[in-house]
T-cell receptor
Framework: DAKTTQPTSMDCAEGRAANLPCNHS???????VYWYRQIHSQGPQYIIH???NNETNEMASLIITEDRKSSTLILPHATLRDTAVYYC??????????FGTGTSLTVIP | DAGVTQSPTHLIKTRGQQVTLRCSPK?????VSWYQQALGQGPQFIFQ???????QRGNFPDRFSGHQFPNYSSELNVNALLLGDSALYLC???????????????FGSGTRLTVV
């Protein structure tokens, strides 16, 4: 059973909003959803996390559905430097976190 | 403020050999997790250390072992290396109270291990 399901790849025009979806239908009621991104096989970088309310920070916005079974990461004005693999992460058991295979986002000039 | 530091950055080993990878957590963090990332895949949880003990383990054989020191730094050891162990090994540090805290994992840049 996949803990998270994300599209394999997406393209976005530079300057436009990038909307990255994630399904996490088995998430528990008190579990957070985290988003990280990974550029050029560097270490993953934290973007944002949330429980049930929508969240916004300087990097992105996170929209979580009311039933918490899915979420969308929004990069409001994508730049070329946002080209990366984006991971939606939930906790599997205890301290074990499931990354999945992520979405490879390509920002096109 | 130094983030997570991993060493070495790259390593080439021969099948059957043993390897030790090292990680220094971000200042103020007390928990260290190790992940294996094969090419084109997402990171997979190996294990987590807190208070010098292995707290949880993923689906990895006993050839993978670790240690955490009193200063919170950690080592990952892999014995009897296989070709399939070739991967990027990531260390992530965090606070024990996560995920209740606002802080998530902070990752290092990883050690690229190639087994030939």
């Amino acid at each position: 059973d996949a803990k998270t399901t994300q599209p394999t790849s997406m393209d976005c025009a530079e300057g436009r909003a990038a909307n990255l979806p994630c399904n996490h239908s088995t998430i528990s009621g008190n579990e957070y959803v985290y988003w990280y991104r990974q550029i050029h096989s560097q270490g993953p970088q934290y973007i944002i996390h949330g429980l049930k309310n929508n969240e916004t920070n300087e990097m992105a916005s996170l929209i979580i559905t009311e039933d918490r079974k899915s979420s969308t990461l929004i990069l409001p004005h994508a730049t070329l430097r946002d080209t990366a693999v984006y991971y939606c992460i939930v906790r599997v058991t205890g301290n074990q976190f499931y990354f999945g295979t992520g979405t490879s986002l390509t920002v096109i000039p | 403020d130094a983030g997570v530091t991993q060493s070495p950055t790259h390593l080439i080993k021969t099948r059957g050999q043993q390897v030790t990878l090292r990680c220094s957590p971000k200042s103020g963090h007390d928990t260290v997790s190790w992940y294996q990332q094969a090419l084109g895949q997402g990171p997979q949880f190996i294990f987590q250390y807190y208070e010098e003990e292995e707290r949880q383990r993923g689906n990895f054989p006993d050839r993978f072992s670790g240690h955490q020191f009193p200063n919170y730094s950690s080592e990952l050891n892999v014995n009897a290396l296989l070709l399939g162990d070739s991967a990027l090994y990531l260390c992530a540090s965090s606070l024990e109270i996560w995920p209740q805290s606002i802080y998530g994992y902070t990752f290092g840049s990883g050690t690229r291990l190639t087994v030939v």
